[in-house]
């Protein structure tokens, strides 16, 4: 079975910097495509990067261009996203997700919450 | 970036009957490789994250009821619930992933009346 499990959220400050991870299991990891997606509270679904398998491919947001930094180790089964200079709109639910070609994001984890807030 | 447009916003729908959500891409999602539009819905509970349940416009993942169907072609594209349960409560997304970055529509939530 698949298994998507983010970790790394909490409440850090205007500026501050945090790194999320997300754990995966039940499927070949290195086979996959992978995204974060994100979800401000009540609000929508806004895709936020992604990064081909053998991370050749990576393509960012607008919002979080040149702040974000999404990366994996396929040998750990293991997706991360490095978040700098953090703004109180970064707020958001943050999942990670499997792409897939065909069906798109096929398998989401139950995300961590990051709150940036003074 | 490709815009897509849900409506309506809410919906609320007896138990039994059918609930109908449309969805407009801003641009054609169609691969000429396959002649496939790459349109895809989800549905999200409160608490939970978003769940597969139609890719390809049309084809339901596996263990998706058959009371969810999708249709559509060209710019628009619709998902249909057939005798809606109150376990279909929930906010149901359309999404293109046609092109890098992939697309979410608004949402639309849908209730029991």
């Known amino acids: 079975e698949v298994h998507l499990v983010e970790s790394g959220g909490g409440l850090i400050k205007p500026g501050g910097s945090l790194r999320l991870s997300c754990a995966a299991s039940?499927?070949?990891?290195?086979?996959?495509?992978m995204n974060w997606v994100r979800q401000t509270p009540g609000k929508g679904l806004e895709w936020v990067s992604i990064?081909?398998?053998?991370?050749?491919?990576?393509y960012y947001g607008d919002s979080v261009k040149g702040r974000f930094t999404i990366s994996r180790d396929n040998a750990k089964n293991s997706l991360f996203l490095h978040m700098n200079s953090l703004r109180p709109e970064d707020t958001a639910m943050y999942y990670c997700?499997?792409?897939?070609?065909?069906?798109?994001?096929?398998?989401w984890g139950q995300g961590t919450l990051v709150t940036v807030s003074s | 970036d490709i815009v897509m447009t849900q409506s309506p916003d809410s919906l609320a729908v007896s138990l039994g009957e059918r609930a109908t959500i449309n969805c407009k891409s801003s641009?054609?999602?169609?691969?000429?490789?396959?002649?496939?539009?790459?349109v895809g819905w989800y549905q999200q509970k409160p608490g939970q994250p978003p769940k597969l349940l139609i890719f390809?416009?049309?084809t339901r993942k596996f263990g998706i009821p058959d009371r969810f169907s999708g249709s559509g072609s060209g710019t628009n594209f619709t998902l249909t619930i057939s005798g809606l349960q109150a376990e279909d409560v929930a906010i149901y997304y359309c999404?293109?992933?046609?092109?890098?970055?992939?697309?979410f529509g608004q949402g639309t939530k849908l209730e029991i009346k």
């Open positions: 997700a499997r792409h897939n070609d065909s069906s798109g994001e096929d398998y």
């Open positions: 039940g499927f070949l990891f290195s086979d996959y495509t």
């Open positions: 990064i081909s398998s053998f991370s050749d491919r990576i």
């Open positions: 641009q054609t999602v169609l691969h000429s490789s396959n002649n496939k539009n790459y």
């Open positions: 390809w416009t049309s």
């Open positions: 999404q293109q992933y046609y092109t890098t970055p992939p697309t």
